[in-house]
């Protein structure tokens, strides 16, 4: 495996991760319930793998804000902007200031939120690998007046799409557009306007549908770097699905970060984000 083109992503050590409250139902019932040593064997197994195609950056955790490890959900990155997260929950409200003053750092400008307007950074704002779109999802975290505050900042097309499903709670858990304009979801996840709007939007030959078994998997939390997919689990009809659109699939078992309603997608954030302008006539 080399990496095909200059990738980056933000990764957080689980030095501080553990269930310690409950704010999605996955984390129902698993307070306390953590292995740290196999989190922490499962994380660099997913770093280590993801170091092989692009470069990780890592940015130190903090006490008491457990689900930092999570990074998808501390902004949305386009080119040197970055659109920092207003977490919906007091929980998770801490790890504005860690994100923010890493982003800064960085060099990125840094956009701020109204107070008011919960918005969960790439947990919930997708960017099409195609097309010059993001793809928004609403109705549990991210408010749906986000939308058209990030749509003028970022000047951007946004699609919103409503999530109907508690267990897909951010839409990283039940879509994930990849390379090529292709976009793997859960269907039953969203509503059916929304549904109807990603089958608008997208042709069928590009939609890699997901069914219950690996949704619950998190298969559609997947990162992907060019032509590879690093995923907790994917069943053999959908590896061969992925593989017959030409990706390379790379299972990294992540069942401690599941326990936080979690998987590979959200414990990274895609730091390189250029603009598709040029390839936006149409798919
Ligand atoms: N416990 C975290 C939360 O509920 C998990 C976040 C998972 N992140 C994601 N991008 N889906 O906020």
Same mark, same amino acid.
């Given at each position: 495996m080399?990496?095909?083109?200059?990738? @980056?992503?933000?990764?957080?050590?689980?030095?501080?991760?553990?269930?310690?409250?409950v704010?999605?139902?996955w984390?129902?019932?698993?307070?306390?319930?953590?292995?740290?040593a196999l989190?922490?064997?499962?994380w660099? $197994?997913l770093?280590?793998?993801? /170091? !092989?195609? $692009?470069?990780?950056?890592?940015?130190?955790?903090?006490?008491?804000?457990?689900?930092?490890?999570?990074?998808?959900?501390?902004?949305?990155v386009?080119?040197?902007?970055v659109v920092?997260? /207003?977490f919906?929950h #007091?929980?998770r409200?801490?790890?504005? #200031?860690?994100?923010?003053?890493w982003?800064?750092e960085?060099g990125?400008r840094?956009?701020r939120m109204?107070?008011?307007?919960a918005?969960?950074?790439?947990?919930?704002?997708?960017?099409?690998?195609?097309s010059?779109l993001?793809?928004?999802?609403?109705?549990?975290r991210?408010?749906?007046?986000?939308?058209?505050?990030? #749509?003028?900042?970022?000047?951007?097309e946004?699609?919103?799409?409503?999530?109907?499903?508690?267990?897909?709670?951010h839409?990283?858990?039940?879509?994930c557009?990849?390379?090529g304009?292709?976009?793997?979801?859960?269907?039953?996840?969203?509503?059916?306007a929304? !549904?109807?709007?990603? $089958?608008? /939007?997208v042709?069928?030959q590009?939609?890699? @549908? @997901?069914?219950e078994?690996?949704?619950l998997?998190?298969?559609? &939390?997947?990162?992907n770097?060019?032509?590879?997919v690093f995923?907790?689990?994917?069943s053999?009809?959908? /590896?061969a699905q992925?593989?017959?659109?030409?990706?390379? @699939?790379?299972?990294?078992?992540l069942?401690?970060f599941?326990? #936080?309603?979690?998987?590979?997608k959200?414990?990274?954030?895609k730091?390189?984000e250029p603009?598709?302008r040029?390839? &936006?006539?149409?798919?």
């Amino acid at each position: 495996m080399k990496p095909q083109r200059h990738e @980056v992503f933000l990764m957080c050590p689980p030095g501080h991760f553990e269930v310690s409250y409950v704010i999605n139902p996955w984390m129902e019932g698993n307070v306390a319930l953590g292995d740290q040593a196999l989190a922490a064997r499962q994380w660099q $197994a997913l770093r280590d793998g993801l /170091r !092989q195609v $692009a470069e990780v950056r890592e940015m130190p955790s903090a006490a008491g804000l457990p689900d930092m490890v999570f990074t998808a959900n501390g902004g949305l990155v386009l080119e040197d902007k970055v659109v920092l997260s /207003r977490f919906r929950h #007091a929980e998770r409200q801490g790890e504005e #200031a860690h994100f923010a003053g890493w982003f800064a750092e960085q060099g990125l400008r840094v956009l701020r939120m109204p107070d008011a307007i919960a918005f969960e950074g790439a947990g919930d704002a997708l960017l099409d690998r195609q097309s010059e779109l993001l793809w928004m999802g609403y109705g549990h975290r991210t408010d749906v007046r986000a939308a058209p505050l990030i #749509a003028g900042w970022l000047d951007i097309e946004v699609q919103s799409l409503q999530l109907a499903d508690p267990r897909f709670y951010h839409l990283d858990t039940c879509f994930c557009p990849l390379e090529g304009g292709h976009v793997m979801y859960y269907p039953a996840a969203f509503d059916t306007a929304s !549904q109807k709007a990603i $089958a608008c /939007r997208v042709p069928q030959q590009r939609r890699i @549908v @997901v069914g219950e078994q690996d949704a619950l998997d998190f298969a559609c &939390n997947t990162v992907n770097a060019g032509r590879h997919v690093f995923l907790n689990r994917a069943s053999p009809p959908l /590896r061969a699905q992925l593989e017959d659109k030409g990706f390379e @699939v790379h299972e990294t078992p992540l069942s401690e970060f599941m326990k #936080a309603g979690g998987a590979a997608k959200c414990l990274t954030l895609k730091l390189t984000e250029p603009r598709r302008r040029a390839a &936006n006539a149409g798919r």
